[in-house]
């Protein structure tokens, strides 16, 4: 299998513009995981899914945030409009029965 | 009281030692306890889980959980400089509560 997938691995935009990224996660694991990471703040879920099922998304930090996941093999994560302050490591991680997650490589934003 | 707790380091041992990492947890209901390894610039990766009482022993890595005492750590013997990373402590209090520490530096000196 080729792991946990994301795209893209880096992302440079201007503040105000709509950033997407996207996970495929391992097949047959039926939990997906998006956390953001920084150094101040550590690695913080901010949604998950079973079953492609929203089931926790107390961690989105507000309406900017959104995150789908139309089937088993994708899901989105959606900032508009993207602000200097969401600059971080955005990580999908995938598992099966929602214990040993596997992570993919990370996407780096980096609002300007 | 955050969940889940770490000593940031940086941790420094000469190469060959032994290093102990700790971490404490603040919910007795918690489960399940993971120890992931994260290179800079690298996602985090599995490398130990444990879910009772004891020591559960993988190589050259040892986890060791006390529930009575909240804590669980891990051990690397015969350290390498390939095993300078940040390692995080992950807790599961619950199916719906899973949590990080903040991750403590190692570094092994050749």
């Known amino acids: 299998d080729a792991g946990v997938i994301q795209s893209p691995r880096h992302e440079v935009t201007e503040m105000g513009q709509e950033v997407t990224l996207r996970c495929k996660p391992i097949?047959?694991?039926?939990?997906l995981f998006w956390y953001r990471q920084t150094m101040m703040r550590g690695l913080e879920l901010l949604i998950y899914?079973?079953?492609?099922?929203?089931?926790?998304d107390s961690g989105m930090p507000e309406d900017r945030f959104s995150a789908k996941m139309p089937n088993a093999s994708f899901s989105t994560l959606k900032i508009q409009p993207s602000e200097p302050r969401d600059s971080a490591v955005y990580f999908c991680?995938?598992?099966?029965?929602?214990?040993?997650?596997?992570f993919g490589p990370g996407t780096r934003l980096t609002v300007l | 009281q955050k969940e889940v707790e770490q000593n940031s380091g940086p941790l420094s041992v000469p190469e060959g030692a032994i290093a102990s990492l700790n971490c404490t947890y603040s919910?007795?209901?918690?489960?399940?306890f993971f120890w992931y390894r994260q290179y800079s610039g690298k996602s985090p990766e599995l490398i130990m889980s444990?879910?009772?009482?004891g020591d559960k022993e993988d190589g050259r890595f040892t986890a060791q959980l006390n529930k009575a005492s909240q804590y669980v750590s891990l051990l690397i013997r015969d350290s390498q400089p390939s095993d300078s990373a940040t390692y995080l402590c992950?807790?599961?209090?619950?199916?719906?509560?899973?949590?990080f520490g903040t991750g403590t530096s190692l570094t092994v000196i050749p």
């Open positions: 992950a807790v599961m209090i619950t199916g719906n509560q899973f949590y």
């Open positions: 444990i879910y009772s009482n």
């Open positions: 899914f079973n079953n492609n099922v929203p089931i926790d």
């Open positions: 991680a995938s598992s099966l029965h929602r214990s040993s997650k596997f």
């Open positions: 097949s047959g694991h039926d939990y």
């Open positions: 919910d007795r209901g918690s489960q399940s």
